[in-house]
């Protein structure tokens, strides 16, 4: 009988552990549900989080430190947009911040009218925003990458992630948070599975809830990275004879 696809096996210094957030509740959220086409509605592009938002946002941030996430994440990427970086920086920033605090503040208070207080950098990873990353593009006055009232298509986004999980290869942190959006999520994720049993495949592509967070392994396959790896022990450390014995037993003579 078959028992479907082989175990995959790769080296490690050829893998990433991505922890892949969507957004909290942002203001546009709301409206959407309400209608829609306020998603269209520029008023709504750069929305914030709601209340709700946030606190769905101190709820990740108890789980990360609570798991342990916390101290293994070595760089955190977020989509420019507000609702992302509120929750990139609620979520994985450090402590409140203060006046006189040795570290400057990821967040400044009362961002996008949120009453929150400000967010220090300490103990925090470094964070990187990343046009890449951000939601469905549409076209304004303001941006020429945009189009007016229609937004990208689900092919161009796709292709837009793909090129964004390429460019992870370039940087060197092995464990990467990713605080992006829905659609961007939805479209790029879709597109890999399609060698794993479709129960993974289905895990994969489902939609993200608002502030959900999961972890996944990327692999290397292309060679497009250029990592080494920190682990690997070369070994004959001191040198010495250490002919393998089923390679000895190939080249005996008496072999058959």
């Known amino acids: 009988m078959d028992s479907g696809p082989d175990p995959s096996l790769y080296p490690l210094h050829r893998c990433k552990t991505i922890h892949v957030v969507r957004h909290a509740q942002g203001l546009h959220n709301v409206e959407g549900e309400k209608n829609y ?6 008023e709504y592009l750069d929305a914030p989080l709601t209340q709700l938002g946030w606190q769905q946002v101190n709820y990740l941030r108890k789980h990360v430190h ?9 760089l955190v990427v977020t989509s420019p947009l507000l ?11 450090g402590e409140g911040f203060t006046d006189g605090m040795n570290a400057l503040p990821l967040m400044v208070a009362n961002v996008g009218n949120s009453g929150r207080e400000a967010i220090s950098s300490l103990n925090s990873p470094p964070f990187i925003a990343v046009e890449d990353c951000r939601e469905h593009f549409i076209e304004t006055d303001e941006d020429v990458l945009w189009k007016a009232d229609v937004r ?3 092919e161009e986004l796709a292709a837009r992630g793909l090129k964004f999980l390429n460019w992870l290869w370039t ?16 479209h790029t994720l879709r597109a890999f599975g399609n060698d794993c049993h479709p129960l993974v495949k289905k895990e994969m592509g489902t939609r993200f809830a608002n502030c959900e967070l999961r972890s996944m392994v990327i692999v290397d396959r292309s060679m497009i990275g250029s990592d080494v790896s920190t682990t690997n022990y070369p070994g004959k450390i001191p040198s010495g004879l250490d002919i393998p014995s089923d390679v000895g037993e190939e080249e005996s003579p008496n072999s058959i």
Do not use: C, D, M
Request: aromatic share 8%.
């Open 37 to 42: 086409k306020a998603y269209l509605n520029p």
């Open 66 to 74: 609570a798991s342990g996430l916390s101290k293994r994440v070595e």
């Open 83 to 93: 609702r992302t970086l509120q929750t990139a920086v609620g979520v994985f920033g």
């Open 152 to 154: 990208e298509t689900t």
């Open 171 to 186: 940087r060197k942190e092995k464990e990467i948070a990713i605080v992006t959006h829905s659609g961007f999520l939805f």
